[in-house]
């Protein structure tokens, strides 16, 4: 029996080494569901697992982004360590990965590689934009960075080329693939900038006419069958970002590359819990709405978004059933979505005048009293991607 004077990190760090299945591996071949999870509560991951368990999906069960991890003020091994609470609560046994996302600097490798990550995704998007030979000796940098610190274990990598803003030329996809291998750096993922827009908390459109989104997806499938071809040449897989709600790709995606896609999801998970506390405490909801107005210019500099905030209707006349319809992905109000999507952090690590949180502990104690609702409003959403992915009936 476990002393009860341990921290929870070090229960987690021995149910690791005791309950194998509590800790990542690597995850070979397709599909590959990313789930996210920025809060620090852990239902969610819970409601996660479970699903993962009943449907027999593979999932990267820790999913983390540098940039999430900075503005939630968590950590990699907090992310871990909740990951291996999750398995070891609903005893999920099948493999699972931890994705550490969008790497920039040794640093962040540094603490990834210590909380026990396994697939690190390195992000040089910023060196794209200037010359390919620096895209590849930053890539090789971090590569062999990684390599050095993990020592004898091995890890799956990705190289995310998507936050840019044109798309990845199909040439210079090849050229880096053909070096990085000259350079015997192992690539097991690629995610391209695609055509079209995948903002965040809204579905994938294809261009704006007249202030409404074209939601046309021709050019999303002819250039995925391009980029399926290198792949095959190359042996590496397709991973998809900000792939959260993109409910118009999904069965493209699943028929074009057959199945052997990485489909990386996070932030809505946020959103679907929301609305449970619209329903259940009006007078919460409408003060993180209003704060998250406040920070909404700050926080959206590092993202892609075309949010309209004139598009929000008055929510002091919408009672808790109607606000929580405005959050329905498709169906609700896409630019009170995003409003609420990208602040985040500034709403979970928001301090009241006593230092205590302002709302993030509330959040939590409406989720946990209606567990049973977020569950099923949660489990739902995710399922609903997963329908359309052709991962279950």
């Known amino acids: 029996m476990m002393n009860s004077w341990l921290s929870e990190q070090e229960i987690a760090t021995k149910l690791r080494k005791v309950l194998p299945y509590t800790a990542p591996q690597i995850l070979d071949?397709?599909?590959i569901f990313g789930m996210g999870y920025r809060p620090p509560w852990r239902l969610g991951n819970i409601v996660q697992v479970q699903i993962a368990k009943d449907l027999g999906l593979k999932v990267m069960l820790a999913q983390q982004s540098a940039r999430e991890i900075e503005r939630t003020k968590r950590t990699f091994q907090d992310v871990m360590d909740s990951a291996t609470y999750a398995a070891f609560l609903t005893e999920f046994k099948a493999p699972w990965g931890a994705d550490a996302d969008h790497l920039k600097q040794e640093k962040d490798i540094e603490e990834a590689v210590k909380a026990g990550f396994t697939h690190f995704t390195y992000d040089v998007s910023e060196e794209l934009k200037k010359d390919l030979n620096q895209t590849i000796a930053k890539i090789c940098?971090?590569?062999f960075f990684t390599q050095?610190?993990?020592?004898?274990?091995n890890f799956s990598t990705e190289i995310s080329l998507?936050?840019?803003e044109e798309t990845?030329?199909?040439g210079d996809l090849t050229f880096l693939l053909e070096e990085l291998k000259r350079n015997k750096v192992q690539v097991d993922e690629i995610a391209p900038r695609f055509p079209g827009y995948f903002e965040k908390?809204?579905?994938?459109?294809?261009?704006?006419?007249?202030?409404?989104?074209?939601?046309?997806?021709?050019a999303f499938e002819e250039y995925l069958e391009e980029v399926v071809r290198i792949s095959k040449k190359f042996g590496f897989r397709i991973s998809i970002h900000s792939?959260?709600?993109?409910?118009?790709l999904y069965p493209i995606i699943s028929r074009v590359t057959k199945n052997n896609f990485h489909l990386k999801t996070a932030g809505t998970h946020y959103l679907e819990e929301l609305k449970v506390v619209a329903k259940h405490d009006l007078g919460l909801f409408r003060e993180i709405y209003y704060f998250s107005l406040e920070q909404f210019q700050k926080d959206r500099a590092t993202y892609e978004l075309s949010t309209n905030l004139d598009n929000i209707p008055d929510l002091t006349k919408l009672n808790g059933e109607q606000m929580a319809s405005l959050l329905d992905s498709g169906l609700g109000n896409d630019d009170l979505r995003q409003v609420l999507h990208v602040t985040y952090g500034s709403v979970l690590t928001a301090?009241?005048?006593?230092?205590?949180?302002?709302f993030a502990d509330r959040c939590f104690a409406i989720l946990k009293k209606n567990e049973k609702e977020h569950f099923e409003v949660l489990g739902n959403h995710i399922k609903r991607h997963l329908k359309l992915l052709n991962l279950m009936e």
Do not use: C, M, Q, V
């Not at 050095?148 to 274990?153: A, V």
């Not at 792939?243 to 118009?248: H, Q, V």
């Not at 301090?351 to 302002?358: I, L, N, Q, T």
């Open 141 to 143: 940098d971090l590569y």
């Open 201 to 218: 908390g809204i579905d994938y459109y294809w261009k704006k006419e007249s202030g409404k989104n074209i939601r046309d997806t021709k």
């Open 162 to 164: 998507d936050e840019t």
């Open 351 to 358: 301090k009241g005048h006593d230092g205590a949180p302002r």
């Open 168 to 170: 990845t030329k199909l």
């Open 29 to 31: 071949g397709g599909p």
């Open 148 to 153: 050095e610190l993990r020592g004898k274990e």
């Open 243 to 248: 792939g959260s709600d993109k409910f118009s």
